[in-house]
Antibody, heavy 116, light 107 residues
Framework: EVQLVESGGGLVQPGASLKLSCVAS????????MSWVRQTPGKTMEWIGDIKYDGSYTNYAPSLKNRFTMSRDNAKSTLYLQMSNVRSEDTATYYC?????????WGQGASVTVSS | DIRMTQSPASLSASLGETVNIECLAS??????LAWYQQKPGKSPQFLIY???SLQNGVPSRFSGSGSGTQYSLKINSLQSEDVATYFCQQYNNYPLTFGSGTKLEIK
């Protein structure tokens, strides 16, 4: 069974940094592109970016490119999202997804709240 | 960016009815469209890809159609377990973009 489990969310102050992790199981992680998607409290879905199966290439939403960085460790079947200089508008649930034609698997989400 | 305009924003229908949800892309996305179902308090689930290909395990009462800029999701014989918010998403061009969602309720 394909499973994606995010962790690392929580309450963070504006301007701080935060790193989310997503551990994958049930499939060969190194065979797939992976992505991060966030959902705001108002339920808007926003694609953050994706990363090639070997970690050699990434694509980002232009509005987030300068503050968010994706990486992966295929030996640990783990995807990461490094968030820096966070703002109140980054408050959202962050999902790790497996990329096929669309996104065929989603984690349970990690909640991030940016507030002082 | 490709804008995905989804309608209606909410929908109320009776059990056994057929419902349609529309998604309009701001430019041709060449059928690179997926649909997701998100039940209350849960993560999104993958329903359809390539406009009309059903993901394994998705009931056959769900179907997708469209081309160019206009796409739709059809649910036949509505069941109580279909109560959810439905999202479309284009993957033809970066950045990938989602529709704003359609909340489906039972009348």
């Amino acid at each position: 069974e394909v499973q994606l489990v995010e962790s690392g969310g929580g309450l963070v102050q504006p301007g701080a940094s935060l790193k989310l992790s997503c551990v994958a199981s049930g499939f060969t992680f190194s065979d797939y592109w992976m992505s991060w998607v966030r959902q705001t409290p108002g339920k808007t879905m926003e694609w953050i970016g994706d990363i090639k199966y070997d970690g050699s290439y990434t694509n980002y939403a232009p509005s987030l490119k300068n503050r968010f960085t994706m990486s992966r460790d295929n030996a640990k079947s783990t995807l990461y999202l490094q968030m820096s200089n966070v703002r109140s508008e980054d408050t959202a649930t962050y999902y790790c997804t497996r990329v096929t034609e669309g996104m065929d698997a989603w984690g349970q989400g990690a909640s991030v709240t940016v507030s002082s | 960016d490709i804008r995905m305009t989804q309608s209606p924003a909410s929908l109320s229908a009776s059990l056994g009815e057929t419902v349609n949800i529309e998604c309009l892309a701001s430019e041709d996305i060449y059928s690179d469209l997926a649909w997701y179902q998100q039940k209350p308090g849960k993560s999104p689930q993958f329903l359809i890809y390539n406009t009309n290909s059903l993901q394994n395990g998705v009931p056959s009462r769900f179907s997708g159609s469209g081309s160019g800029t206009q796409y739709s999701l059809k649910i036949n014989s509505l069941q109580s377990e279909d109560v959810a918010t439905y999202f479309c998403q284009q993957y033809n061009n970066y950045p990938l973009t989602f529709g704003s969602g359609t909340k489906l309720e039972i009348k």
